[in-house]
């Protein structure tokens, strides 16, 4: 269930597991339930964060669940269950080489990649002015692609890991839009795109 008040939003059918096998669900909110096929939820889950809980077939105990919330996901990241400890405990991480249907990775020292600040809002503007980039964390670079707007072509590539990385601010005396994204520091993993669009008048 993605509801800590609604405990039976989603069942299971009927599936036999082998020893340490593995299901994998699609939270799509498409609701198929046939065993024959692929499962997907009734519901979908938010990238920021949210409940998400396991529960057992009385539906009131709680078998698994991320409480108050799982945290922010990113993009070709999964999270999930390092071990279980003889105690009950559960340790938590961060993968950043995702398995559906195997066993979890090693765990990674993954930052969750936030979302790139722009030092101006989008909008028009009439002299030039200097574009800062912000949001980076240690071991985090922000990369970058502009594109006059005379001559953007009418599908914009979001910045990859080859892409300029930002340094000390971008000169803006020109019509024109800036995609920018945070890479982890090997580039294999980047965050939410996050796009300025400036109009000189």
């Not at 799982?70 to 559960?90: C, I, K, T």
């Amino acid at each position: 269930t993605a509801s800590a008040t609604n405990r039976t939003k989603w069942r299971f059918p009927t599936v036999m597991l082998p020893p340490d096998g593995y299901l994998v669900v699609f939270a799509s909110n498409k609701n198929r339930t046939d065993p024959a096929g692929k499962l997907h939820t009734n519901f979908t889950l938010n990238a920021t964060g949210e409940y998400l809980g396991l529960i057992r077939p009385d539906g009131t105990s709680v078998a698994f669940e991320y409480a108050p919330f799982f945290p922010a996901q990113d993009p070709n990241v999964s999270y999930g269950v390092v071990a279980r400890g003889p105690d009950g405990r559960v340790d938590l991480a961060y993968f950043t080489g995702p398995t559906p249907g195997a066993a979890n990775p090693r765990p990674t020292d993954f930052t969750p990649l936030g979302k790139v600040g722009f030092s101006r809002p989008t909008g028009p503007f009439s002299g030039e002015f200097t574009l800062t980039l912000t949001g980076a964390g240690a071991g985090q670079v922000i990369r970058f692609l502009q594109y006059s707007v005379l001559t953007t072509p009418d599908v914009i590539p979001p910045p990859e890991s080859g892409s300029p990385a930002f340094a000390t601010g971008l000169k803006v005396d020109r019509s024109l839009e800036v995609r920018a994204a945070i890479f982890s520091a090997d580039g294999a993993v980047r965050g939410a795109v996050a796009t300025g669009h400036y109009t000189r008048i």
